[in-house]
């Protein structure tokens, strides 16, 4: 992976682990100016409403940011979509930065982990790594992000912080040919 769709990885990463307004600040400040935009004025506890009925609750999740809720036939958190993500972490000598607190399919946690991968595949020059990195990237992510980008996009919380991030997350798909 190219160093700029690098660093829009982990700006992207960043504002799907946001716990608060600030933190939702900064990302959405780091998508822009890494895009070359201004981000103007924002009410970021508006900004952090609207992430929270999206994405984190406490009532039910307008967009829950959870492979298995795309994946499964039967969509549970810690399924075994989350089982599967876990052993590829484990296979690629990865793990969850915030195992046992959050599940290891968490969009905030497949993009740390898409990062680790990407790494792994260009660092070592074998071909496992590389086939790992295509399956996460072709048939897992790809495999449910693009329902996920839908139901945000339908949701009725939105706010602009979040159609920032899935702007970026789309062109980041589109640019890894997974769309």
């Known amino acids: 992976m190219a160093p700029e769709q690098r660093k829009r990885l982990a700006r992207l990463r960043d504002?799907?682990?946001a716990r608060s307004g600030k933190d939702l600040s900064l990302?959405?400040?780091?998508?822009?100016?890494?895009?070359?935009?201004?981000?103007?004025?924002?009410?970021?506890?508006?900004?952090?409403?609207?992430?929270?009925?999206?994405?984190?609750g406490?009532?039910?999740?307008q967009a829950p940011p959870y492979a298995s809720i795309y994946l499964s036939t039967d969509p549970r958190l810690m399924d075994d979509i989350t089982?599967?993500?876990?052993?590829?972490?484990?296979?690629?000598g990865l793990e969850s930065p915030l195992q046992g607190r959050l599940p290891d399919d968490h969009l905030g946690v497949e993009l740390d982990a898409a990062l680790g991968l990407s790494a792994r595949a260009e660092d070592l020059d074998e071909?496992?790594?590389?086939?790992?990195?295509?399956?996460?990237?072709?048939?897992?992510?790809?495999?449910?992000?693009?329902?996920?980008i839908n139901r945000v996009r339908r949701a009725e919380a939105n706010h602009p912080a979040v159609d920032l991030a899935l702007d970026h997350l789309e062109a980041w798909l589109a640019h890894q040919?997974?769309?």
């Open 15 to 17: 504002f799907f682990m």
């Open 27 to 56: 990302a959405c400040t780091a998508l822009a100016d890494w895009a070359g935009q201004v981000w103007g004025e924002t009410d970021w506890d508006e900004a952090e409403f609207a992430f929270n009925r999206l994405f984190v």
């Open 58 to 61: 406490p009532m039910a999740l």
């Open 83 to 92: 089982l599967k993500v876990r052993r590829i972490y484990e296979m690629a």
């Open 127 to 148: 071909e496992e790594p590389r086939a790992l990195w295509d399956y996460f990237l072709h048939e897992h992510l790809g495999g449910w992000l693009p329902q996920f």
């Open 177 to 179: 040919d997974i769309q």
